[in-house]
């Protein structure tokens, strides 16, 4: 935005700090400078035998594995994620995935990356959202790194698996949903970086990356905007 208009965009409605809520200065952006600094980064950026890389291993071979900041039960960054999924601040997705790029850059982490690919929502979830916020934070690292980011190519359906002799409690139950990657893709024999919004038990990112490799994918990265402590 050209400074001005900042000015006067500030002067009726301030922006706030997604973190504290104090109101930004001009050349702050999603967080304070403070609420930047005091976040609660990880170093696996640095440390590729880390945690995340850990809830993978005896599953599938992951290259290296990242996330940006640690997400512990009542934090003020654990709402910042909450606003980025439901809130509607995909912007900010997008601003924190430049951001987390922006400080991997000095390390070999993106190294040999070909793509970057969204964790995908199923259509009805994204319908309802109106966004995916990992395909935002996806876009966000493919800005500061200029690699190029698929989006389309791994999807997500839900798979009904037949018990009809079941109630309807266990039939809900029986509702899963499952990654595909879509033939005709690009991404044969690539080395994809995955991108989700946060870790936990690292299900979600291992069903993805079974699916790339199963489509043909050659390497499979991680990076997440948080991880579950
Ligand atoms: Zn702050």
Redesign the pocket.
């Known amino acids: 935005m050209r400074s001005w208009h900042r000015d006067i965009a500030d002067f009726f409605f301030p922006r706030t700090?997604?973190?504290?809520?104090?109101v930004l200065m001009r050349n702050e952006e999603y967080?304070?400078?403070?609420?930047?600094l005091?976040m609660p980064r990880t170093d696996f950026g640095v440390q590729y035998d880390n945690a995340m890389a850990q809830l993978f291993y005896g599953k599938i071979v992951v290259e290296r594995a990242v996330s940006y900041f640690y997400f512990t039960k009542g934090s003020d960054y654990r709402l910042l994620i909450h606003r980025i999924k439901y809130g509607g601040e995909k912007e900010c997705g997008s601003y924190l995935g430049r951001m987390m790029a922006r400080e991997l850059v000095s390390t070999s982490f993106f190294e040999g990356i070909d793509y970057i690919v969204p964790v995908p929502l199923h259509r009805s979830k994204e319908r309802k959202r109106g966004y995916n916020q990992s395909e935002w934070i996806a876009q966000g690292i493919a800005d500061e790194t200029h690699i190029s980011l698929c989006a389309d190519a791994l999807v997500c359906r839900t798979h009904r698996e037949s018990q009809t002799h079941k109630g309807i409690y266990d039939r809900y139950l029986a509702t899963r949903e499952v990654f595909e990657l879509l033939p005709d893709n690009e991404l044969r024999g690539c080395h994809v970086l995955l991108v989700d919004d946060v870790v936990t038990t690292g299900a979600t990112l291992l069903a993805c990356a079974e699916a790339l490799f199963k489509g043909g994918v050659r390497r499979v990265s991680m990076a997440t905007l948080a991880a579950a402590k």
């Not at 967080?31 to 930047?36: N, S």
């Open positions: 700090c997604r973190v504290c809520g104090r967080l304070c400078v403070q609420c930047m005091d």
